[in-house]
């Protein structure tokens, strides 16, 4: 692997790292209480946000993990380009998400 696609892998994991965080944090939940959940270390999911430092199977048991417990669109977290992915699978929470993100243009247009 050249440096070029080891900098491309290295950026898609940071993003999926990020996406994990974004799914915590939008459930108000910390890292301890994702590793209670895990049965795992708190550095583990540390690891997962950060940069995806975690084995394949351990990443295919969090994507299974939050799409079991947190409604996540498999394909968002996975996708290297998840723009036409939703990011939950069903309509409730499609809609509360689309909710929160048109309050928040709105507060911003009207600033």
């Known amino acids: 692997m ?3 696609d080891s900098n491309k892998q290295t950026k898609l994991q940071q993003e ?3 996406r994990f965080l974004s799914v915590r944090l939008a459930n108000n ?3 301890a209480d994702i590793a209670e959940q895990l049965g ?3 550095n583990y999911v540390y690891r997962m946000e950060k940069d995806m ?3 394949l ?3 295919f048991e969090i994507v299974n ?4 417990n947190y409604d996540v669109n498999p394909a968002w977290l996975m996708l290297p380009d998840n723009r036409g992915e939703l990011k939950y699978k069903t309509n409730e929470r499609v809609k509360a998400d689309i909710n ?4 928040d243009r709105l507060r911003i247009y009207k600033s």
């Open 29 to 31: 939940l910390t890292q």
């Open 65 to 68: 993990f939050y799409a079991r």
């Open 2 to 4: 050249d440096k070029t």
């Open 53 to 55: 430092n975690i084995s």
């Open 100 to 103: 929160r993100a048109d309050s």
């Open 57 to 59: 199977p351990g990443f």
């Open 16 to 18: 999926i790292g990020k």
């Open 40 to 42: 795992r270390p708190q």
